[in-house]
């Protein structure tokens, strides 16, 4: 009979600040402490590399993760689970307002027209 090791992996939550890499995101943790002599509160951040298998997390969500094995040179942590979501805004329009289309390519249109004449004063002088 196998004996169960059992195994305290410290677990943390904080922010993702990167998901460019693969399977990989860079997670911001911020602590607080008081300083020891003037009793201030003081924030301290730490980044870690943390492993995510199925690159779930986008940058803005809130993660936990805990430690691990060594998976590569700067990742020791591994995603544990998704809290919140980032919250992305719907702001795209049904349909763009006519008189903003023209005005701006009136405004376009002019801006060419100027770009245009400035060329020709340059090359005289």
Do not use: F
């Not at 590399?49 to 020791?76: F, M, Q, W, Y």
Request: glycine share 4%; aromatic share 2%.
């Amino acid at each position: 009979m196998a004996e169960e090791r059992v195994v305290n992996r410290k677990p943390r939550v904080g922010t993702v600040v990167s998901d460019v890499n693969d399977k990989t995101i860079v997670v911001e943790i911020e602590r607080a402490s008081r300083h020891r002599i003037y009793h201030k509160v003081i924030r301290r951040t730490k980044k870690y590399h943390v492993h995510d298998e199925n690159n779930v997390a986008t940058v803005g969500d809130l993660v936990r993760i805990e430690e691990c094995r060594p998976i590569s040179r700067l990742k020791r942590w591994q995603l544990v689970e998704v809290l919140t979501e980032r919250a992305v805004a719907e702001v795209a329009p049904e349909r763009l307002d006519e008189s903003l289309v023209q005005e701006m390519q009136r405004s376009a249109s002019h801006a060419q027209g100027a770009d245009s004449s400035g060329e020709g004063e340059q090359a005289s002088s």
